[in-house]
């Protein structure tokens, strides 16, 4: 209910509590959580932050929440051992990309077209907000998502992000 009541609220308000941040310092936060269960199930995570401290406006709880929805997606989609690769990049001079592969199951084209819409979920149990909200908080950041993924080959989410705000 409280992922719900969050998605609906974000999706009216649209309300984030800007300051100005490091990509790079919230992702390195989340790796810090789920490193250990990761671990326990034979999850390698491996980051390259090219681009760093990567100053963003940014709400970070929000962001984090983004970020977080992604990475355990990732983790859920590697069913025995696998590996997860995060990097932070510059595209452009205006732009601060990152990027969460994972050596999972992959997606179809249709699974990729559908996984933005609440409610479509793979899993017997869950929502099928994850994915959703993570989007909806990236877009009220100005950025993007772009997936990339071939069936039983992996996945990669590429998160756009603007280093100025775009009103």
């Not at 989609?77 to 199951?105: H, M, R, W």
């Amino acid at each position: 209910n409280g992922i719900i009541e969050e998605f609906l609220t974000f999706s009216k308000s649209r309300r984030l509590e800007l300051s100005n941040f490091s990509v790079t310092e919230v992702l390195q936060k989340i790796v810090s959580l789920i490193r250990e269960e990761a671990s326990t199930r034979g999850i390698t995570i491996e980051t390259k932050w090219r681009e760093t401290p990567a100053l963003i406006s940014m709400d970070i709880n929000k962001l984090q929440q983004a970020f977080l929805n992604i990475i355990k997606n990732a983790m859920e989609s590697i069913t025995a051992e696998g590996k997860i690769f995060i990097t932070v990049d510059k595209e452009g001079k205006n732009y601060i990309v990152v990027s969460i592969s994972d050596t999972g199951c992959g997606m179809t084209t249709e699974e990729i077209e559908r996984i933005f819409n609440p409610e479509y979920t793979t899993k017997e149990k869950g929502l099928g907000l994850g994915i959703p909200l993570a989007c909806e908080i990236i877009r009220g950041h100005g950025g993007d998502v772009r997936v990339i993924s071939r069936k039983d080959k992996g996945t990669t989410f590429e998160v756009v992000l603007p280093r100025e705000r775009f009103n």
